[in-house]
């Protein structure tokens, strides 16, 4: 979606059918599932700190009667409380600096009467309703709320002509759902609600992929380069062999702190509505590495049929380990498909909505587990090959040395056979 600011003339996006189709299911989902497998977007309350995606999150449904009785350029819903902030839906029916258009956002209420330098951040979903669930328009955003940026929403969130459909007996409705994000910095952290989450991968679930695509295809990349030239891969791989093997231990390994402080960072972007489903992903993929390590035969244990590919690392304590031998990871990474590939139902038609969801959620799960995966092959890769380019200079700066010392000795030898000579000559005079 295009988030824009009451001050913004762009428009907005209407979010795609499946959505309202996911929205109207939902109810649906909570009878359980035929999987034994763990599924770690239900693990909101294991051993992260602060208050709860679940505790932050909440609906409101505005209901206006009389709507084509009201000859007003805004209107405002009652105020409600979310994730302990009060706000409301602000509409405009005519437009908000533009024409034909029904502008609609959400604001923080009383935002003139809050501390300085307060802040509210919080992802959010507002909705049209239709009669008929399949039709009705949903836009989701992402947005940092703060003293001059107290409203944030779409100005051109519906042609003023298309209102009409969504009327009833003189009624229309909307319908919004926010969730109040709590930011850490120090690890990839639960950013939302299960129930909203699972509606919102529902849309965004490519998105997530192709972003981790592209970072893992980033990577490959950079070791087919590597590997393809001959003369520098076998330089590479004599300088891992020759090595002693305390190093090389050393080397496979890097602290967990440095790894997700740095891959939150990189993931978690501001305004981007997939970063809450990309860092709910890597939190997943985290908790997974984790219990993994743990106990193999605990909760944490991988199915054989969804690791479809090869682990790269395994957690010892607060580190991350490479599996094996970094020379042969290297090539495997390079060379793997970027993704593991989904698992898709036989009966694809007869699958129920509650099952699909299990399955984004593993999905999120292997899309995490992986990204962390290639994001610590890739920092350890870079410190080996910062101390190969090392040894590299060290040893090119040797042969520097050795050329000079070698041309001094043959000019002392120049020299002193010029001299010989030059004696020699004097004497037969």
């Known amino acids: 979606m295009i988030d824009v600011s009451r001050n913004d003339g762009k428009g907005s996006k209407l979010i795609v059918p499946v959505l309202s189709i996911c929205r109207e299911l939902s109810g649906k989902m909570a009878n359980g599932t035929t999987s034994t497998s763990p599924l770690y977007g239900d693990t909101d309350d294991d051993d992260d700190c602060g208050i709860k995606p679940a505790n932050l999150y909440g609906k409101y449904t505005w209901k206006i009667d009389r709507f084509s009785q009201l000859n007003k ?5 009652n105020a409600f409380e979310v994730g302990g902030y009060k706000w409301y839906i602000l509409i405009y029916p005519q437009g908000c600096d533009v024409c034909n258009f029904l502008s609609l956002f ?14 509210h951040f919080a992802q959010f979903t507002i909705a049209v309703v239709n009669i008929d ?10 947005h940092r709320f703060w003293k001059k ?3 944030w929403g779409w100005k051109k969130f519906m042609e003023s002509k298309m209102v009409d459909g969504f009327i009833q007996a003189d009624t229309i409705i909307f319908k919004v759902q926010v969730q109040v994000i709590r930011e850490r910095v120090d690890r990839p952290f639960r950013c939302l609600d299960r129930q909203y989450r699972r509606e919102l991968v529902r849309v965004y679930l490519t998105n997530v992929e192709q ?26 791989c004599n300088f891992w062999s020759g090595i002693g093997i305390n190093s090389r231990r050393r080397m496979s390994r890097e602290k967990s702190d440095s790894i997700l402080k740095t891959i939150v960072k990189q993931f978690f972007i501001d305004k981007e509505v997939t970063s809450t489903l990309v860092m709910d992903s890597l939190h997943s993929g985290l908790k997974a590495l984790e219990d993994e390590t743990k106990n193999n035969k605990g909760k944490g244990k991988c199915d054989v049929e969804e690791v479809a590919i090869t682990p790269v690392v395994q957690m010892e304590g607060d580190t991350f380990v490479l599996v094996d031998d970094v020379l042969l990871l290297l090539e495997r990474a390079a060379i793997e498909q970027p993704l593991p590939p989904k698992h898709v139902p036989q009966n694809a038609t007869e699958d129920v909505f509650g099952e699909s969801c299990e399955r984004d959620e593993r999905r999120l799960t292997e899309l995490g587990r992986r990204l962390i995966e290639i994001f610590v092959l890739a920092n350890i890769f870079s410190k080996i090959e910062g101390a190969y ?3 590299q200079s060290l040893k ?5 040395i050795r050329e000079e010392e070698a041309w001094m000795a043959e000019s002392e030898q120049k020299a002193k056979r010029a001299s010989e000579k030059e004696k020699k000559s004097k ?3």
């Open 133 to 142: 669930p399949k039709k009705s328009k949903y836009s989701d955003t992402l």
């Open 389 to 391: 380019e090392e040894a």
């Open 427 to 429: 004497k037969k005079h």
């Open 396 to 400: 090119r700066q040797e042969e520097l």
């Open 211 to 236: 972003i981790c695509r592209r970072y893992v295809e980033q990577i490959k990349g950079r070791l087919r380069k590597l590997i393809k030239d001959k003369a520098r891969w076998s330089s590479f």
């Open 73 to 77: 350029r805004e209107i405002r819903s």
């Open 149 to 151: 940026e107290h409203d």
């Open 106 to 119: 959400l604001c923080v209420a009383d935002h003139d009467k809050l501390l300085p330098g307060w802040s």
